[in-house]
């Protein structure tokens, strides 16, 4: 896990060197334990490096390789990355790191894109192919890992984070209305290849992308996710569906202690991350360290889940750490926050895994973490909604996003206003995609492949890799999403949802965390503004020095006088949407 940057010119000029720096030193805290860059002619990379797989200064980058005339920068985690050594060294290859990235660079010369398959990880990279003058970047399947790229006609510039593509300078921030629909509409999801910024995209998951030094492009989407039982699954039992989700499991969880460090669990108390510690413990991790966070009551709700993770800590015996944070650090750390995210999000979770990742951070390098159980069994309450309704997308929108077209347009000064609502048509068109024909299917696709990657999947990388650890997810192992895809519906609706995921953890884990409510990393203080963090966010939005003439005056009034009763579908706080996009565009200097 790292941060890469690097820039290509297409002006028969030399690469910038100095605002390549400039991009990768402001990725230090993604990859606190080295640095390295490599120039030659219209190329240069940069790096930062968090050393998890191999400790040594062997694996160090960005990697070149003269005698294969490549160069790598990468960020990520190969984790079958032995498999795939043993296979290059019968072809002939000979290695002198112990770690995944010169795999992958060996890897790439002998197999081209059709490496990308064989890759089991989370990933961004590029590759500079010296003799061919040519330049391959790719990212994985689900997207785990960002890279975002700033094009113009003299060159291509790209980065781990967007906010370090904006210290390379030469790029107008300037927003892109159809992407602020989407943020105000779609749950501030923005589908790649957008961002906020109008001058920079994000790489869309499962992609590569071969850049000429000329600058001629070709761009492949190199994976997609099927729906539906194959022909020999039809007649396959819950049981034989749940035997078979808790091997992949099992598969995914253990691959993912490949490290040459200790690995943690961030322990909600929820099925899912619950299930992940049963999991470690039954392979026979000893001494696991366990992280919860809890925060205070608010609106009468509860601001914590310790008596779910504590029943688990108990149970297996782990190292467990808990962290309880009162509402003046929430105000006080949010800013930092947001000067981690790449782009805003609105999620209270966000300064949930901030803060927990600052404690998790003083114990640990790697972490697993439960994100994409929901969105790949059907855990949320709308797909039952979406599974019976006679318009699916119609059902899906009413529940999840948060705000109807005129609703959008009383928000937005006339100048942002889109002339179409711009993340509906987005829904309706992936909906209509072949490869998905029952109706629950086109939701979870769509959870799966877009909205997993720019909320859930975004925020763990963004808030974790803030203060150098790094995040692992297996339930995003590509073989138990395959799988997930081909369990019909009705073995993952019922049960309150994710059905055959909680019959596989019933033989691992205690019931009590199984068939409790379901919860998440609840912030009270963040739902229900009010007290102190209303006064915070009613500065934010009314200080003249940053109003930049996005919301109508009008709008901000109202929620700013009815702040409880003006809620999304999701219960979440428009208000604190708002809030958040204003602060994390100040953050950023825009």
């Not at 009551?297 to 509860?302: I, L, Q, S, T």
């Not at 697993?368 to 699916?392: K, R």
């Not at 691992?508 to 966010?537: C, M, N």
Request: proline share 6%; hydrophobic share 40%; with cysteine.
């Amino acid at each position: 896990m790292c941060g890469l940057a690097g820039e290509l010119r297409f002006d028969h000029q030399p690469a910038d060197l100095a605002a390549v720096e400039r991009i990768t030193h402001h990725l230090a805290p993604r990859g606190p334990d080295a640095w390295g860059f490599h120039s030659q002619g219209p190329i240069a990379l940069g790096h930062r490096r968090l050393k998890i797989m191999d400790l040594s200064d062997g694996s160090a980058q960005p990697m070149v390789d003269n005698q294969l005339g490549l160069s790598l920068a990468f960020n990520g985690a190969i984790y079958n990355f032995p498999e795939l050594r043993a296979e290059l060294e019968a072809k002939g290859y000979a290695f002198y790191s112990g770690g995944d990235t010169e795999v992958l660079l060996k890897g790439y010369h002998a197999w081209g894109a059709d490496l990308l398959p064989k890759l089991n990880g989370m990933f961004a990279f590029a590759i500079w192919e010296r003799d061919a003058q040519r330049l391959f970047i790719a990212r994985d399947r689900l997207g785990v890992k960002p890279l975002y790229l700033s094009r113009t006609g003299q060159r291509l510039r790209f980065a781990s984070a967007l906010p370090a593509l904006l210290k390379g300078g030469d790029i107008n921030p300037l927003l892109d209305p159809v992407a602020l629909n989407h943020y105000l509409n779609f749950h501030a999801v923005v589908p790649a290849p957008r961002t906020l910024l109008a001058g920079i995209e994000k790489l869309p998951p499962a992609t590569w992308m071969r850049i000429e030094a000329d600058g001629r492009t070709e761009q492949q989407t190199w994976w997609t996710l099927p729906y539906g039982p194959r022909a020999d699954e039809t007649n396959l039992t819950l049981e034989d569906w749940r035997d078979r989700v808790l091997d992949s499991t099992r598969e995914a969880v253990a691959i993912r202690q490949r490290a040459a460090v200790d690995v943690g669990v961030l322990l909600s108390g929820g099925v899912d991350s619950s299930l992940l510690v049963g999991l470690l413990r039954e392979v026979g991790v000893d001494n696991l360290s366990t992280f919860s966070i809890g925060f205070e009551d608010a609106g009468g709700e509860r601001g914590d889940e310790f008596q779910y993770s504590d029943l688990i800590a108990r149970h297996y015996g782990t190292r467990h750490h808990q962290l309880r944070i009162d509402e003046r650090e929430i105000i006080e750390q949010l800013p930092a926050a947001f000067r981690a995210m790449s782009e805003p999000m609105v999620s209270h979770d966000c300064i949930a895994f901030y803060l927990l990742s600052r404690e998790v951070a003083k114990h640990c390098k790697v972490v697993q973490s439960g994100q994409g159980a929901d969105e790949l069994f059907a855990g949320y309450h709308w797909y039952p909604q979406v599974d019976g309704a006679s318009d699916p997308y119609a059902a899906y929108r009413a529940a999840f996003f948060d705000r109807s077209y005129d609703d959008y347009a009383a928000t937005v000064q006339p100048q942002w206003l889109t002339a179409n609502d711009a993340a509906g048509d987005f829904v309706r068109e992936h909906f209509a995609q072949p490869g998905a024909d029952a109706a629950v299917d086109k939701a979870l696709r769509l959870d799966s492949t877009v909205m997993l990657v720019d909320d859930p999947v975004k925020r763990v990388d963004n808030m974790t890799m803030a203060w150098g650890l790094e995040a692992r997810t297996p339930f995003l192992d590509y073989r138990l999403v395959e799988l997930s895809a081909r369990v019909p519906a009705r073995f993952k609706l019922p049960d309150g949802g994710k059905q055959v995921l909680k019959e596989a953890a019933r033989l691992v884990i205690p019931s009590e965390v199984i068939d409790r409510k379901k919860g998440y990393f609840p912030v009270p203080g963040l739902k229900h503004l009010q007290g102190a963090t209303l006064d915070w966010v009613r500065e934010l939005l009314l200080d003249p020095s940053q109003d930049r003439g996005l919301f109508k005056p009008a709008m901000l009034d109202r929620l700013l006088t009815d702040p409880q009763g003006q809620l999304t579908p999701l219960r979440g706080s428009k208000l604190w949407q708002l809030a958040a996009l204003n602060l994390w565009l100040s953050e950023q200097g825009i």
